[in-house]
Each structure stands twice: as C-alpha cells, then as structure tokens.
C-alpha cells in the first residue's frame, strides 16, 4: 500500500497571503496524484488531477505540481472561503489511498 | 445536474450487515466508475472501494476486503455497498463518488460526490 504523508498538519494564513501544501508518497507515483478540499460539513471537491491538471470550474488560484513522490499544492492569494482541509489521494495503484489532510486556517 | 444520493445508512451491531445503496442521476451511469469513500467522525478521507463502469473491475481497501462487496446495476443507476461482518471502525460517513473522465476504475480521482449517508456500528 502506497502511504501518503502530508505537511504541514496546520496551516493559518492571511488573505492575499500564499499557501504551500506538500503531499509525500511512499513511493514512485508518477503523475497519479489528485488534490480535494473539504470544508467544513460539506463533502470533498476536486481541485487539481493528475498532479497539475486544473479542473472546470476551480479558481485559478489554485495550482498544483510535481511529479515521483513529492507534490505541492498551491494557493496563490489566499481567500477567505479558502478555509477548509486539503487531502491528496495517489490513484496509481490500489488501494487509492489518502493523504491526512492540511487544515488550513483563515487569521 | 449530477446528482448522487446515498441511503441505507443506520445504527448496526457488531458482526451484523448492512446495504448501502447510491441512485445516480444526470449523466450517463454506465458509463463511470463510482467509489465508495468513508469518513470516521472527525478523521480524514479514506477511500473504501470502486466498481468499473461495466461492473466487471471491483477493487478494496485492504480493511474492508472479504466482508464489504461493491455491485451496480447500470439499468436502475444505482450503485450498492454490501457490509458483513461490521465492525466498529467501520462507523463513518460514507460516500458515493463517480470518477471524474468515463471507462476508468477509480485512477481519474473523484469528480462528484453525494453528501453521505451515516452507518454507525455499536452495541
């Protein structure tokens, strides 16, 4: 089983601010690495595919790259409705695990 | 629109079963995988199983393997998640999650999910 780890477990930010999120498989992935966001009560969203792909209707603030075992997502100019836990999930092979999620906080 | 409705959640003992449904509407059922994903009061995401487009791929998570099977019938777009032999890690909010690009089995990540249904396992 591919173990996913991510960092930070916390992440406080001011608007406008840039947010770095890092996810660390266990091994070589390739590009099969989606990121989600959930925020609070609501079911996850899918943000970026396949390590970098930008997905419809996503604001472009949100960006994602990388590739093997380490990928960042990024949040250019932090918003306010930004607040929410962040989760990568490696889809290269099963079981298509999960990542712990990054909460990310709104000072 | 896309909608994904998860039912059949509920209070369970221990050892008992329970049948999750998912009615799918607003595209074309047959022709996306769907996942089951689970999320234990106030934990993380844990992905619990997928079903190819046409039924014919099913794969798990390690912790449910041999007592959670995955079905569909593409003709009432629903999809079903069998329980067995439950367990109390297994109390959760559970989800129905359709792959994001046609013809896959979960390797294209999740593009719409339902709001989840509870299943609580407890004596």
């Known amino acids: 089983e591919i173990v996913l780890t991510q960092s930070p477990d916390f992440q406080s930010g001011t608007p406008k601010e840039k947010v770095t999120i890092t996810c660390r498989a266990s091994q070589n992935i390739g590009s099969s690495l989606h990121w989600y966001q959930q925020k609070p009560n609501q079911s996850p969203k899918l943000l970026i595919k396949y390590a970098s792909q930008s997905i419809s209707g996503v604001p472009s603030r949100f960006s994602g790259s990388g590739s093997g075992t380490e990928f960042t997502l990024t949040i250019n100019s932090l918003e306010a409705e930004d607040a929410a836990t962040y989760y990568c999930q490696q889809c290269n092979s099963v079981p298509f695990t999960f990542g712990p999620g990054t909460k990310v906080d709104i000072k | 629109q896309v909608q994904l409705v998860e039912s059949g959640g509920g209070v369970v003992q221990p050892g008992r079963s329970l049948r999750l449904s998912c009615a799918a509407s607003?595209?074309?059922?047959?022709?996306?995988?769907i996942n089951w994903v689970r999320q234990a009061p106030g934990k993380g995401l844990e992905w619990v199983a997928v079903?190819?487009?046409?039924?014919?791929?099913?794969y798990y998570a390690d912790s449910v393997k041999g007592r959670f099977t995955i079905s569909r019938d593409n003709s009432k777009t629903t999809l079903h998640l069998q329980m067995n032999g439950l367990r109390p890690e297994d109390t959760a909010l559970y989800y129905c999650a359709r792959d994001s690009g046609p013809y896959s089995s979960g390797w294209v990540g999740a593009d719409f999910w339902g709001q989840g249904t509870l299943v609580t396992v407890s004596s």
């Open positions: 607003g595209f074309t059922f047959s022709n996306y995988g």
């Open positions: 079903v190819s487009y046409d039924g014919r791929h099913k």
